[in-house]
């Protein structure tokens, strides 16, 4: 068992953004972009966002600094390969000198993707894998509008590879944004299904990153931080009378989740989660809140202290309880925690046959973020954890 003392010394690095955070920080966009010399922008969001009225506004504030912009809202949830090749080729034929990514996480990815491709020329898939881009992109501003993926401070852009229906990861420094200004006034237009989804998705980067291999002392303090602020939180936030102040606890709590995982990776849950969003085109949060109780069972024996530490976060007192007590309690509270935001048991498909699950295990084995999980997986575990995610699994 990993006890976690002989892990302080271990070299470790940590990068986050500059970020500037509070009330009306996505109208001081002007200024930020004015200080990269920017003359023209390339704004990367999707269809739904840009008829809010907080987004006209943010536009408002672009034009007020004479920089000229080019919309780019061909962004769907996943963001494809072929986006980012369109997103890249107009970045280069409108001749933009900035990116400015408003939105969750597709929006952000996929406005990463651009800016890699954009200096780098080739195809996006070329840089999937850890540390594979070679120069850094154009400038990247990221004004989030909801509270989970953490993309505007993270190293990760996830892109899926439409030719295999997988979703691949692009770890690198060279893809955390230059700026991330985050403000509360997007996020009351999200919606409460999205803000289940989302805050399932950040409570999941939390926990994977509390018990992941590559944690550090410092990336530690973060997750159990967000641990605390989400489960505080998540509920309130789905309601229709949420209050600003409960999404912004949800935004800092994100923010925690964002600063941890970047940097210490992740782990099964989100190997797993990228496989079956890949293959079926779903949404990430849901993936995640559906396998987080599961890959925590398997997990459990393997990074205990840790689990416990999350636990205690999630006001459960299991000092005195064995191992198989403690596991049971903390799958419990995470279980009843997902269903009061209203995140199903089973994934949407009735079942699964046994090519598809093949597939979709032998892609999750092949993720980075399998790599940083508190144990090896085995191929036959990650298959019988698939299988309970359906309702009837179907050998063909
Ligand atoms: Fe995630």
Redesign the pocket.
């Given at each position: 068992m990993d006890t976690g003392m002989n892990k302080s010394l271990e070299l470790r690095k940590f990068v986050v953004p500059e970020l500037v955070m509070g009330q009306g920080a996505s109208l001081l966009i002007n200024r930020y972009a004015m200080h990269f010399g920017a003359r023209k922008a390339l704004l990367v969001t999707d269809k739904h966002l840009r008829k809010q009225p907080w987004f006209q506004e943010i536009i408002e504030a672009i034009e007020q600094a004479e920089i000229e912009t080019h919309l780019f809202d061909d962004v769907s949830c996943n963001p494809k390969d072929y986006e980012v090749m369109i997103g890249a080729e107009q970045f280069l034929g409108e001749e933009c000198d900035i990116i400015v990514a408003i939105g969750g996480g597709s929006p952000m990815d996929c406005a990463k993707g651009i800016g890699i491709v954009s200096t780098n020329g080739g195809h996006i898939l070329d840089y999937v894998g850890v540390d594979e881009i070679k120069l850094p992109g154009p400038p990247l501003i990221c004004i989030p509008t909801t509270a989970g993926?953490s993309a505007d401070v993270s190293q990760f852009a996830i892109i899926a590879d439409t030719s295999e229906n997988i979703k691949k990861a692009i770890i690198s420094k060279k893809v955390v944004p230059d700026l991330a200004l985050i403000d509360n006034n997007p996020l009351k237009t999200m919606d409460p299904y999205l803000t289940a989804c989302t805050g399932m998705?950040s409570l999941?980067?939390a926990i994977e990153a509390c018990v992941s291999n590559a944690r550090s002392d410092l990336t530690h303090v973060h997750a159990l931080e967000s641990v605390r602020m989400i489960t505080n939180h998540l509920e309130a936030a789905v309601q229709p009378d949420r209050s600003v102040e409960t999404l912004w606890e949800m935004m800092v709590g994100t923010l925690h989740a964002g600063f941890a995982f970047s940097n210490a990776s992740?782990g099964a849950v989100?190997a797993m989660?990228h496989s079956l969003g890949g293959l079926y085109d779903l949404p990430?949060?849901e993936c995640?809140g559906i396998l987080l109780e599961k890959v925590i069972e398997a997990n459990f024996q393997a990074a205990e202290p840790y689990f416990r530490q999350i636990a205690e976060k999630m006001d459960l007192s299991v000092a005195n309880m064995n191992t198989e007590e403690a596991c049971i309690a903390l799958v419990e509270r995470i279980r009843q925690l997902r269903r009061k935001v209203g995140i199903p048991d089973y994934l949407p498909m009735e079942s699964i046959d046994e090519i598809a699950l093949e597939k979709l295990t032998e892609n999750a084995l092949q993720d980075p973020c399998m790599v940083t999980n508190p144990k090896i997986m085995a191929k036959e575990e990650v298959k019988k954890i698939y299988g309970q995610l359906f309702k009837e699994k179907k050998q063909s």
């Open positions: 993926t998705d999941t980067h992740l989100h989660a990430h949060g995640n």
